[in-house]
Nanobody
Framework: QVQLVESGGGLVQPGGSLRLSCAAS????????MGWYRQAPGKQRVLVAV???????HYADSVKGRFTISRDNAKNTMYLQMNSLKPEDTDVYCCNARFDAKNYWGQGTQVTVSS
């Protein structure tokens, strides 16, 4: 069973930065991909960024040039560096891992961008 735990969310002013972390219970090297999604209350999750086991990355247009996804296989942890944050980035951010043709999700961490 894969368990994912996010951390690093919080309240930040517009233009500020946050770094989200997603710690996995097992070796993330076995995951074909990992990603970050955002979810507003009552709405479906929306892809923010994804990184494959080979290191290929993909970003939503809204975050290109501002967010950076990375993974540290030795620490079994994935990160999302969020810079130049905007109020519209406010949401719950969830960690995803793809393993053995199944999707696993963390509980999510709240990111609020407000002055």
């Amino acid at each position: 069973q894969v368990q994912l735990v996010e951390s690093g969310g919080g309240l930040v002013q517009p233009g500020g930065s946050l770094r989200l972390s997603c710690a996995a219970s097992g070796s993330i090297f076995s995951f074909s991909s990992m990603g970050w999604y955002r979810q507003a209350p009552g709405k479906q999750r929306v892809l923010v960024a994804v990184i494959t086991v080979g290191g290929t990355t993909h970003y939503a247009d809204s975050v290109k040039g501002r967010f950076t996804i990375s993974r540290d296989n030795a620490k079994n942890t994935m990160y999302l560096q969020m810079n130049s944050l905007k109020p519209e980035d406010t949401d719950v951010y969830c960690c995803n891992a793809r393993f053995d043709a199944k999707n696993y999700w963390g509980q999510g961490t709240q990111v609020t961008v407000s002055s």
